[in-house]
């Protein structure tokens, strides 16, 4: 069970500063410290309304904050779910211009997947639902408007997705109030206690670098622990700044869990980066420690490009935590974690080259390959369960974390060298990219199909247009669209979408033919046909009813539906929702 405060919204203080502390041999008076307890957000009911609206909330105390919420929550309402579970949400969109919900490294249609081109209009709505079959892991939710992600994201708009694994259960792993989710973020002492999101040049060249921590919208944060064992689960959800994660005394934790969930085992470390996207898992142990010591969480000083008021690579304290008691998490340190299947190089079909470079003279400064984002191109096609290299060649001064949606993938080498640091070798969606270095990484997609995004996850670089459409496609034919279709030959979206359990399909034909009309379930299978029937020229619907005979009662999912007639095919992509 995730930490009972995640389940409340409330963490019950197991002391204050200034308070006595007593063991079974002694008293110990903590020293007088000032900061705000680490607070946390509620948990979202599953099948609820998430509100996305301008809200006034309290970050400092006693001053309002203006923030752009989920149901006014700063941070947004954490979802905690089991894998295997169907997850629903119905999104409304309050605010005056269009937005949407990325589940980032979260597994989806792709008409769940939050994509700018999925925009949902001011005063609409949308409803959000897919299967959870990611692993048990760190996730998040984000805005993904299209040139407005960076705003929407400062101004408030995310939250964590936790999944939850039965599979975790038997491995010891510390529960309930020992186990932490914490997301960092970034904002400027000089803005409080506003968040103004006003960029400048350097912003956009750099990304929106601030001073002052968060952690869970908390500032000047602190944590009481027991002398035990406890589990973090550590989210950058800043819009540009990378953190160096370390321990303020340098004592060692272990890292068991990269974006995608558990490693195959635990290692010891004193240090690790955590670029804007990316989530770390660290087990730390406070045993050691003596009641009323403290100890800070915080980011360690380190070389990078940049310059300024607010520059990469600050020493910054993150979160302080106070040892105030002496309960134990019955927690351990696991000496084995369920295996990964690494991919082989031997099995590559595919070798895609990604060249990351600056453009000073135009107006877009950051450029994959050459290009900036365009809604409606689609730069490469990548069929399923066909395992690729993406070379990612960094030619540029600048620091890229680099974010696929849709699948996970494994790193595989930085500048040749398969030796990788701990927070690189795992399952990951996000993975940094350093001045003048190339990472090679080992993908296969094969979940769905649709169109999903690859771009920077340093948030103005990828506002700023670095990001690209790849198409992923199906082997077998069900998603391919006739170069040929005349005007007057179509299968329009059907209606409703998402459906349960009917829809109705509408398309018209342009001449006397035999016409085909066939739905397939997502791996290929054919579940429905209406075919070879000789239609005159004009437009026909019917209604398709998932849970007749003809349906086979055919449970939640994505399906296509093809249309065929003489030369001519188009597909359309349909969602049940049980």
Known sequence: MILKALQTGVFISMAKPGMIIANENKSVMLKELTGNQLRFPPVFPNGGIMTLANSAVNVWSGQNTTVIAINGSYPCPSVVIQKGTQFTANFINQLTEPATIHWHGVSTPELMDGHPKDSIPPGGNYTYTFPVINRGGTYFYHSHADMATAKHVFKGFAGFFIVTDPAESGLGLPTGNFDIPLCIQDRRVADIPQFNYNPAMNDVMNGFLCDAPLINGTPDAYFEVSKTLYRFRLLNGSNARIYKIALSDGRPFHIIATDGGLKDQAVQATSFFLSPGERTEILVDFSSYNLGENVYL??????????????????????????????????????????????????????????????????????????????????????????????????????????????????????GNTNLAPEDKGWKDTVLINPFETVRLLVKFDDYKGTYLFHCHNLEHEDDGMMLNFNITDPIGINEISNTIPEDFKLFQNYPNPFNPSTKIKFAVPKADFVSL???????????????????PGTYSFDWNSADNSGNNVSSGVYFCKLISGNYMETIKMLLVR
């Open 518 to 536: 066939k739905i397939y379930d997502n791996s290929g299978k054919e579940i429905y046909s209406l075919a070879g029937q000789k239609l005159n």
């Open 298 to 415: 915080k980011s360690l000083q380190f070389a990078a490009p940049g310059s300024g008021t607010y520059v990469q690579g600050t020493d910054m304290n993150l979160l302080r935590f106070d040892i105030t008691g002496s309960l134990s998490s019955g927690g351990i340190i696991p000496a084995v974690l369920p295996p990964i299947n690494y991919y082989s190089i031997s099995d590559i079909k595919t070798t895609r080259n990604f060249v990351l470079t600056m453009n000073m003279g135009g107006m877009n400064m950051h450029l994959i390959n050459g290009l900036t984002f365009e809604m409606n191109r689609i730069d490469w096609e990548t069929p399923l369960n066909s395992l690729e290299e993406w070379k990612i060649v960094n030619a540029s001064n600048m620091l890229h974390p680099m974010h696929s949606h849709s699948k996970q993938f494994q790193v595989y080498s930085r500048n």
